[in-house]
């Protein structure tokens, strides 16, 4: 992945002046929780306590699991000081924790446990929020919707579902195109910017359609990539209309349950108590979401055989976009077959199919999304999967 798209994930956010992120004993939590309205600019300790309790603080759905989790075996080895090299530094795995406000890696190689830790207070048991790496799960709930007939395709129309988008500059949008963010509507997303749609766009159902149908048309369908968080909302609310029901039953359903998740999940909904849009967030342990990385590298196979997603699914959904040759349907796309979901302050799942690896973070960083960090995350999969290349699948 190009160093200088990837802060496209989201846009720079200044938060206040912001030490190290604190151990917190999780007991402590509802001591240090804030308000919803004002996440994006929580204290430190705020954003390590809210983080693993958005049930606490924000509208949530459960994710229920199932009972039988999908086997993590572990044989750890020593990574901690495995270097992370960029252009202009290097620095270990262990400094990197630090830097970043790590509260958890894990690190799964050919479906073993090689390196897993905890820190801010975190263990197996805690969830995290996930921003932006809900998109790519909804990416996979996309996939199982057509596997299971409610969509025909990704080249249908977007206002066959969601009618209110009729008469807009949705009328020729597809919903590969809003999974590839390529609708051609005018969006901007500048957070530093109080003209930009994204500090002006308002997020309840019925407000976003009126909101987004409003707009303008910049380019045609599928021509230019342009990162709009709003449209992966209409992709939940899409989803929510074909299947007619929860994100939050479905992913149960489909995936949670079936494929053995571990521990119940919370999907976080928007402000109004309304749908798990494409773009809220998870909030779900550390091996779940490692369990999600190797339920993509399956290609949503179960362990009885049952394919969730259709033949294929996978690789379509990580083919390069027209204008963009980086992202994929809601997946950022790296070299040699990779793929990654990714949220703002430090969140992912990179996925490694050749290598047989996965490798999923929780972080509790500083800044929401500048270039260096996002060179630095990646470099740090990429670290791993140097560390690791010589060891061949088991048989």
Known sequence: MKDTLIAAVAVFLVVPAWADAPYIDPADDEKHLGEHAKELFWTPEQQVAGYRNMDKVAP?????????????????????????????????????????????????????VVYERYELGNTTESRWLSYSVAKSVTSLLVGAAIKDGYIESVDEA???????????????????????????VEWTEVYDDLQSDINNVTWPTLELYEYLRNKPRAAAPGVRY???????????????????????????????KPFGMEYDAYWVLSEDGGGEFGGSSLN??????????????????????????????????TMPSADFAEYGYLWWLHDNGAHAAAGIFGQGIYINPKEQLVVAIHSAREHASRPQDWVLQNALYEAFRLALQDQGEKP
């Open 60 to 112: 949530t759905r459960p994710v229920p699991a199932g009972g039988n989790p999908y086997p993590l075996p572990v044989e750890l080895q020593d990574l901690g000081s495995v270097e992370i090299t960029t252009d202009d530094r290097k620095i270990a795995v262990d400094a990197f924790v630090r830097e970043g406000n790590v509260a958890g890696l894990i690190v799964v190689k050919n479906g073993t």
């Open 158 to 184: 977007v206002t066959d579902y969601l009618p209110r988008l009729r008469d807009s500059s949705y009328d020729d949008a597809t919903l590969r195109q809003l999974l590839q963010m390529s609708s051609g």
């Open 284 to 317: 779900a342990t550390l091996r779940d979401y490692a369990r999600i990385g190797l339920f993509a590298m399956r290609n949503g196979v179960l362990r009885n055989g049952e394919a969730v997603l259709p033949d294929g699914w996978m690789a379509e959904s």
């Open 226 to 256: 342009n990162y709009n968080t709003a449209e992966t909302n209409l992709v939940g609310t899409l989803l929510r209309s074909a299947i007619g029901n929860n994100l939050s039953t479905y992913l149960s359903e489909k995936i949670w």
